[in-house]
């Protein structure tokens, strides 16, 4: 079974940054999309940023340019790394096996990590 933990969250003032870590046991990343996924309550799930199997990186139009993901395979762990972030951008934030933005029908993977911006 896929083992999922992700960490780095925290609550951070408006134009702060934060790196989010997913580490994945059980689960080889070089042979699979991977991304993250935003949780707001009463809003629908975002796709965050993704990598295909190509190493082809796509993110949402609200992150792009704020936001980068990466991975490392040799430790099985992908990232997310934010900065000047704003209010918008809190929600729980999870890593999900998704090759896009688009994530309907995607699950996310592990409880995610929390995400608060202060105004």
């Known amino acids: 079974q896929v083992q999922v933990e992700e960490s780095g969250g925290g609550s951070v003032p408006a134009g702060g940054s934060l790196t989010l870590s997913c580490t994945v046991a059980g689960h080889v990343l070089s042979s699979y999309c991977m991304g993250w996924l935003r949780e707001v309550p009463g809003k629908a799930r975002r796709g965050v940023a993704a990598i295909d199997i190509d190493g082809r990186i796509s993110y949402g139009d609200f992150v792009k340019g704020r936001f980068t993901i990466s991975k490392d395979d040799a430790k099985n762990t992908l990232y997310l790394e934010m900065n000047s972030l704003t209010p918008e951008d809190t929600g729980l934030y999870y890593c999900?096996?998704?090759?896009?933005?688009?994530?309907?029908?995607?699950?996310?993977w592990g409880l995610g990590t929390q995400v608060t911006v202060s105004s």
């Open positions: 999900a096996p998704t090759c896009g933005i688009v994530v309907a029908g995607v699950r996310p």
